[in-house]
């Protein structure tokens, strides 16, 4: 008897096992409110200057340019929802070293650590455009310079930034997609009451601009970091359901963004390529109102709690940069605090110094976010389904290597073009 029910034990535990995993799959968020959270994760910073972007691409070949990026984007956002699934993987680095091994962990590593801290450097250089003319746009007693500015903010979320734990700021991503949305909802209502496009707006020109259109618009389209735990927090995952998520969510963001760039453009035409400009809610015409007062102190308060959540995936990507390369860090809590704090300054000092948000964000799309949106995820995908009979032709095969293709051409030409401007 006792050996009999020593045999059924093993077996006892796998079914458990098996029920424990269904119920973790069944359990989570719908589909709506998956997409909802994923929205959030692809909209920010980007969409502020787009109306540049396309001030170099012209009105459709920037619309046609945002349609190749979006679908591009959604796709390749889908894969690694595909990757996740395959895998089990619930992190964009759990699935590049299952698909490519630990040996090339620090790659991904390395690109990541570069985006984040640019992306930080990008919301600081926004918070001083933003703030000083809020404060000036509402009367108020206090005269605060571009570098002040972005000192007072990031001393103020200094604490957050050196927390390890910034999961309580949850909400402050709801406050960012809020954000967004009423700073699209500006631009719209303010180029419809307009007084009609200006003389100089080109409904169609090709020309070398829009190897920085791509990378621009690239950049508003990113948020691949979270697709795998997104999918895996998606009740009944599974790639049709997935799918949907990414039709819904890209969609809305497509929206959003075309709204963006066409109305700010529509507005302000090539004057938007005048130094610091790129920033499309700097504009003078813009300055003053009450409306725009509202999405500079919106914008800035989202961008700031934004921040730490980014200083949070610089530290950990430098940290697991320096372990892949066998550097010591010390210890857990006193190692991790002088990361941050070395993070902190050279993102502060970056900030102090640059100005250009466009080319920083033009900059960061054509090299980083490239390779974490087009190039990566094909290279991972194309692994992944290797050997799969049902992930065969054009749709598995060739679109992971025309997205890799198109990547690297964006990439290589958004690099040379940006530094020539």
Same mark, same amino acid.
């Given at each position: ?48 200057? &787009? ?8 009105? %459709?070949?920037? *619309? ?13 956002? %889908? ?6 699934? !395959? ?47 809020? &404060?000036?746009? $509402?009367? &108020? ?55 009609? =496009? ?12 829009? +190897? ?16 795998? *735990? ?8 599974? =790639? ?7 039709? !819904? ?8 963004? +075309? ?12 004057? $938007? ?36 959540? @980014? ?6 990507? &430098? $940290? ?8 010591? /860090? ?11 704090? *070395? ?5 502060? +000092? ?12 033009? !900059? ?5 976010? /490239? ?9 991972? @995908? ?8 049902? +992930? ?8 992971? !290597? ?9 990439? *290589? ?9």
């Amino acid at each position: 008897m006792s050996s009999e029910t020593s045999a059924q034990c093993p077996f006892t535990e796998y079914n458990a096992a098996v029920q424990q995993g269904e119920a973790a799959r069944t359990a989570g968020s719908s589909v709506l409110l998956t997409a909802i959270s994923s929205m959030k994760t692809i909209m920010g910073a980007g969409i502020l200057t &787009l109306s540049w972007a396309f001030a170099y691409s012209t009105m %459709w070949p920037g *619309v046609l340019c945002t349609v190749l990026m979006g679908l591009m984007s959604a796709h390749s956002f %889908w894969m690694l929802g595909r990757c996740s699934d !395959i895998t089990g993987k619930r992190s964009y680095g759990g699935i590049w070293a299952f698909a490519f091994g630990e040996r090339l962990a620090w790659v991904p590593s390395l690109v990541t650590f570069v985006f984040c801290a640019f992306s930080i450097v990008s919301y600081l250089i926004i918070i001083g455009d933003y703030l000083p003319l809020s &404060l000036h746009g $509402l009367d &108020l007693p206090v005269v605060l310079h571009r570098r002040a500015a972005i000192l007072l903010v990031a001393l103020l979320i200094l604490p957050l930034n050196l927390t390890d734990d910034v999961s309580f700021l949850g909400y402050a991503s709801i406050l960012g997609t809020i954000g967004s949305l009423y700073a699209a909802s500006v631009l719209v209502v303010e180029s419809v009451e307009g007084r009609g =496009p200006p003389s100089d707006m080109q409904s169609w020109s090709l020309s070398l601009g829009m +190897c920085v259109t791509a990378p621009a618009v690239t950049f508003a389209f990113n948020g691949h970091f979270n697709a795998p *735990v997104l999918y895996q927090s998606l009740a009944n995952h599974s =790639p049709a359901r997935w799918g949907v998520v990414t039709a !819904i969510a890209y969609g809305a963001c497509f929206l959003i963004t +075309c709204a963006s760039g066409i109305s700010g453009y529509y507005m302000f035409g090539s004057t $938007l390529l005048l130094p610091g400009r790129s920033n499309v809610f700097t504009a003078p015409a813009l300055q003053g109102k009450a409306e725009v007062m509202v999405a500079y102190l919106a914008t800035s308060l989202s961008v700031a709690l934004g921040i730490p959540f @980014y200083m949070q995936s610089t530290r950990g990507a &430098l $940290l697991e940069l320096m372990q892949s390369r066998g550097i010591a /860090c010390g210890a857990p809590g006193k190692g991790t605090r002088s990361l941050s704090a *070395v993070c902190v300054l050279a993102t502060l +000092c970056a900030a102090m110094l640059l100005t250009d948000l466009g080319i920083i964000n033009a !900059i960061n799309g054509a090299v980083c976010a /490239c390779l974490i949106m087009f190039v990566f995820p094909s290279m991972m @995908y194309l692994r992944c389904v290797r050997g799969l009979d049902a +992930c065969q032709g054009v749709f598995h095969c060739g679109l992971p !290597i025309a997205s890799m293709a198109i990547g690297l051409v964006v990439g *290589v030409a958004g690099v040379v073009t940006s530094m020539l401007l």
